[in-house]
């Protein structure tokens, strides 16, 4: 009998703890309403089209109001009690996937235009190239705000530098973090104990985790999303708005929403 390889494990972490505060607004981002849902509904979604066996979210302002909210969708919440960055908020998973031997998808609560064909292109690259990290990135127009990609003469990833951490000329560059991973469950949190806080926001960052990998002499890759505006975080009223735009824009060319 041929042998057949088993599929690998498939998870995801949602971070969804933070307030919020450009939003103006009482109500945690991740629950403003998108086109008659919450912002984090696009999100769980994307997470369950690729196959996720496990979705666990991370929450922290307004805890029990997303926990209420979605508390039929199947999902483990986690609360995040001290806000100490991306990297700390990635951590508080880790005793429940302490047995778990796979690949954990994380994505932000805050990018509903997020493709599921976008999220299963990354999944596609990170299992074909037997990355230990994949990160999808967007090149975008003005890059001001997101963390950049940078990568050594041959193309190769060799580390993740945010906007307030960044040279001039690393600012210069348009290829941008969207924030979003796969990454091997044993390597994940082994790096995510190793990080420090060594910046100018004093916050463990997850984008950390790239230069861990590159120093172990593992593989990292890239995948960029074919559409920047997919990977749009919503932070203000006006972002939220521009994505109500960009969803009534994919329905009037035939898609239900914006995960098609």
Known sequence: MAFVEKPEKLSAIILAAGKGTRMKSDMVKVLHPLCGRPILSYVVEAAKDIGSEKIVVIVGY????????????????????????????????RRI?????GVILIICGDVPLLRSSTVQSLLDCHRTSRSTVTVLTAILPDPAGYGRIIKGPGGDVLRIVEQRDATREEEKIKEINTGIYCAESNFLFNALMNINNNNSQ?????????????KDGRVVRTIIAGDHREVMGINTQEELQKAHHYMEEMKSRGSVHAHR
């Not at 919440?77 to 700390?88: A, D, K, N, P």
């Not at 996937?97 to 031997?101: C, I, K, P, T, V």
């Not at 004093?202 to 590159?214: G, N, S």
């Open 62 to 93: 307004q805890a029990d109001a997303v926990r209420e909210r979605f508390r039929e969708q199947n999902l483990t919440f986690i609360e995040q009690r001290e806000q100490l960055g991306t990297g700390h908020a990635v951590l508080q998973a």
């Open 202 to 214: 004093k916050e463990y960052y997850l984008t950390d985790i790239v230069a861990i990998a590159c």
């Open 97 to 101: 996937f302490g047995n778990y031997d």
